[in-house]
């Protein structure tokens, strides 16, 4: 018996195409629809991002505006689901909080549109409702940290950018310019990024013609694992525990005696390097800078070219996005709700994707349990004897 050619996590395996991002390790290079991310970073608002994942174009500004108008009707946290967020317990983790909100918002929205039949829903209706999701997620998200804080909510204000306005709400201040565009850049970079687990997750889900709200509750999930999303926040774990740039040397040679994963290095596809992490680390660099704290950047460097000159593994999205969220002031445990803020676009995006050329996802597995063996004194079912004799006589 030949043995099966089996991709232990898919590694490798190119299971469909998309239109929606590229990823190239070859030259550690992202486009989102052709464009370079980096170009997108430096000159897009992320509402003009989200536009051309979802459409396939950057918005004119007639486009544009009428987004920013409809996010802008949108972003408030409906008064049942605010009741049900305060219904998770305070030391929950915030993940499992907006996976809940997500899924209520589901719910809600679903209630009297039929049987799961009706379930996937039309493309106009998906992008509705992607929209939607992308409004009000930041208001879920700051909701959550403030809470956390015993600090009353914020609402929303109309005259304020997506990224200027998602600050508002957390810390009840306006953002210094430099802020607001450094938390836009990390927007932008973690919007996509074809076919990661989160995303697959959400595909997986479609493709058995469940809906969007689904999807997007399965890519929480996914997300939230410390191999995937949850790897900015355990950026912070690391960098509390090693304290400053001198323990890193010490620090490292425990870490890797115990075997440990050093959390936001390495990656599935770049092996050579994050596509996203320079334009990641120069925003980093600018906000070193505005709250004038040398120390963060000295770590970061240190520990980083420590760990690649030893390891020869690179820093993904979520080293220089940590420490940079805790520079504006995100609780560490809301790093990763920030990261399915910004991803929804990409998950939304790729769920119409999958829906408008859909094709069951079911791969096969090669078992390696048991060989048949029966409970004792069983009488065999005649019925069921003669449907596999029948199976047996067609298959020659
Ligand atoms: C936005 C994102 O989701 S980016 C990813 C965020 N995740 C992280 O930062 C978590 C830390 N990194 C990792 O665990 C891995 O690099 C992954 C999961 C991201 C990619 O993993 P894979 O492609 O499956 O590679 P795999 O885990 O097999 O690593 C290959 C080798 O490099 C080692 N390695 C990879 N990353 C790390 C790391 N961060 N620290 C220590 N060793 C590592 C592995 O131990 C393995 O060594 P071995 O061959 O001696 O067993
Ligand atoms: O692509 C991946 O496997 C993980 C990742 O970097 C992302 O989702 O942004």
Do not use: C
């Amino acid at each position: 018996m030949t043995e099966p050619d089996i991709k232990k996590g898919l590694a490798g395996v190119v299971v469909d195409y998309t239109a929606i991002s590229k990823v190239n390790p070859e030259t550690n290079s992202l486009l989102y629809r052709g464009y370079p991310v980096q170009e997108l970073a430096a000159t897009q608002p992320f509402e003009a991002v989200a536009y051309l994942l979802w459409n396939g174009e950057l918005p004119d500004a007639e486009q544009l505006a009428q987004l920013r108008l409809t996010e802008r009707a949108h972003r408030a946290i409906p008064d049942d689901v605010r009741t049900t967020i305060d219904l998770v317990p305070l030391d929950a983790h915030p993940m499992d909080e907006v996976r809940t909100a997500v899924s209520l918002i589901g719910a809600r929205d679903l209630a009297g549109t039929g049987s799961v039949l009706d379930a996937s829903g039309s493309a106009e209706q998906n992008l509705e409702r992607s929209i939607r999701l992308f409004a009000v997620l930041p208001a879920i998200v700051a909701y959550g940290q403030r809470r956390r804080r015993g600090l009353p909510p914020v609402a929303p204000r109309d005259d304020l950018d997506y990224a200027a306005n998602f600050l508002w709400m957390t810390f009840g201040e306006e953002a210094d310019e430099v802020v607001v565009d450094a938390f836009n850049r990390s927007m932008i970079l973690y919007g996509e990024h074809s076919f990661n687990a989160s995303t697959f997750t959400a595909r997986v889900i479609t493709s058995t013609l469940s809906d969007l709200y689904s999807a997007v509750v399965g890519a929480i999930g996914a997300l939230k694992g410390p191999l995937h999303g949850g790897a900015n926040e355990a950026v912070l774990h690391i960098f509390d525990e090693i304290g400053t740039a001198d323990n890193v040397g010490p620090w490292l040679d425990q870490a890797l005696a115990e075997k440990r994963k050093i959390m936001g290095f390495g990656h599935r596809v770049y092996k050579r390097g994050d596509s996203r992490v320079p334009t990641m680390k120069a925003a980093l660099d600018t906000l070193v800078e505005h709250y004038d704290r040398p120390d963060v950047a000295a770590l970061y460097d240190t520990l980083e070219s420590e760990f690649v000159a030893r390891k020869g593994i690179y820093p993904n999205l979520d080293y220089p996005s940590g420490p940079a969220y805790n520079l504006i002031g995100f609780d560490t445990e809301t790093f990763t709700p920030l990261f399915v803020a910004a991803r929804v676009t990409g998950w939304t995006a790729h769920i119409m994707e999958q829906l408008a050329s859909n094709a069951l996802i079911r791969p096969l597995s090669e078992y390696n349990g048991p060989d048949e063996r029966h409970i004792d004194g069983y009488v065999a079912d005649t019925a069921a004897l003669a449907v596999a004799d029948r199976a047996e006589e067609a298959a020659g």
